[in-house]
């Protein structure tokens, strides 16, 4: 049986699916506090185990999308610091530039930083698009494992 509050719940899990994706709030920790809150209000031990391979699968989704990117990045030439300097360089233009101005930042941020090292605008945008490309793997590994928990919250909707 659905109740109320439920549609309150997958009103937030759709919140945190979208912030998996445009990533400008928690995704995953958002869904994983809606799956919580479920599991509060419904209780029980399906509940329960239902929030705990969520935590599971969110909390292994966040340090994957870590370790995917780091890799991808490894095996370019983009060095730490000019990703740090487009994150916050994003950080800076989404304030302003509301919701533009967090991509263009970083976009730019790793852009000039590669070519103040590279000296060259093709080796910088190469190096651009790299750091896009790890930052889409993260999108997606995120992305993914909020699914998963949503997958898993609608078994626990079904079985309780």
Not at 28 to 46: H, K, Q
Not at 76 to 92: C, Q, W
Not at 97 to 119: A, H, N, S
Request: with cysteine; charged share 10%; net charge positive.
């Amino acid at each position: 049986m659905i109740f109320p509050q439920d549609l309150f719940i997958a009103l937030a899990i759709l919140v945190g699916l979208i912030g998996a994706i445009i990533q400008i709030i928690p995704g995953g920790f958002i869904v994983l506090g809606a799956i919580l809150m479920w599991a509060i209000l419904t209780g029980g031990a399906a509940a329960w185990w239902i929030f705990a391979a969520a935590a599971v699968v969110t909390i292994g989704g966040i340090g994957l999308k870590f370790l995917v990117a780091g890799r991808h990045l490894q095996r370019s030439t983009v060095r730490n610091s000019s990703i740090l300097i487009g994150l916050v360089a994003g950080a800076v233009g989404f304030f302003v530039i509301p919701v533009l101005g967090l991509p263009l930042g970083f976009i730019g941020g790793v852009f000039v930083c590669e070519y103040i090292r590279e000296q060259q605008l093709d080796a910088a945008w190469r190096s651009t698009v790299v750091a896009l490309k790890a930052t889409g793997l993260t999108i997606l590994v995120e992305l993914c494992a909020a699914l998963v928990a949503t997958a898993l919250w609608i078994v626990g909707l079904i079985i309780t």
